[in-house]
């Protein structure tokens, strides 16, 4: 996917990006590449791979709910800044937090962040389950992407929502997970609101959203410590 296929693309999921934009995401790109020489942050470092499968498949979250119309986003797991990195360049209005437990990506994303002049967006170093003890009911917005099954992000994710607003988990084939997280959802007093089962452009590779709704505030005593919660998920 070069950058006119990136663009127009965008344009179908009714996206506009401004040319600063894309000089953001240039220069995000470029910063990847360079760090990736001597940490592990990503397999894919090809340029037009990169846009199709981590810009822009970031930025799918718009087919399940409209990023303009919300303030906060929390991003679990955010490895090397997708989605939440991608999505806070180009919806601007929204407050951004990026948590990750290695602080080696950390300290990369916090590079990307100066370099990119983006204003209204954090990156911390800490375990999800204590990030969301320490931040109930904060956020309008988490995200996800690749990085748990769906019954073990539930625990960490659903304590840091608000009522009534949404965790999107991104996610490939699901259908076994989504039997095994029934538990989990009653428990965490969410419900699934969407599943939107797409193809990336180009390669035509499965991608599925999962739009969650909080229902109510979530019981104190999730999430669990984290091997109790690897050992017993919901």
């Known amino acids: 996917m070069n950058l006119n296929d990136f663009v127009s693309e965008l344009k179908k999921i009714n996206i506009e990006i401004t040319e600063t934009q894309q000089e953001q995401l240039n220069k995000y790109y470029e910063l990847l590449v360079e760090y990736n020489k001597v940490m592990n942050l990503t397999g894919i470092t090809e340029k037009e791979q990169v846009y199709l499968k981590h810009f822009y498949?970031?930025?799918?979250?718009?087919?399940?709910?409209?990023?303009t119309t919300e303030e906060t986003l929390c991003d679990v797991g955010t490895g090397a800044g997708f989605p939440g990195l991608v999505i806070?360049?180009?919806?601007?209005?929204?407050?951004v937090t990026l948590v990750d437990s290695l602080n080696k990506r950390i300290e990369f994303l916090k590079t990307v962040i100066r370099e990119l002049n983006l204003k209204d967006i954090e990156a911390i170093h800490e375990r999800a389950e204590d990030f969301a003890k320490e931040n109930r009911e904060k956020y309008d917005i988490v995200t996800s992407r690749?990085?748990?099954?769906?019954?073990?992000?539930?625990?960490?994710n659903i304590p840091l929502l608000k009522e009534q607003k949404y965790f999107i988990a991104y996610k490939g084939n699901i259908?076994?997970?989504?039997?095994?997280?029934k538990k989990a959802l009653k428990e965490?007093?969410?419900?699934?609101?969407?599943?939107?089962?797409?193809?990336?452009?180009k390669e035509e590779s499965n991608r599925t959203l999962i739009l969650i709704k909080k229902e109510k505030?979530?019981?104190k005593k999730y999430p669990r410590k984290n091997a109790e919660i690897k050992k017993k998920p919901l």
Do not use: G, M, R
């Open 188 to 201: 965490l007093s969410s419900t699934i609101e969407k599943i939107e089962e797409f193809k990336l452009p």
């Open 175 to 181: 259908s076994q997970e989504l039997e095994e997280s």
């Open 217 to 219: 505030q979530t019981n």
């Open 146 to 156: 690749a990085v748990a099954p769906l019954n073990i992000l539930l625990e960490y």
């Open 88 to 95: 806070k360049i180009v919806f601007p209005n929204l407050k």
């Open 57 to 67: 498949d970031s930025l799918t979250l718009i087919k399940v709910i409209d990023p």
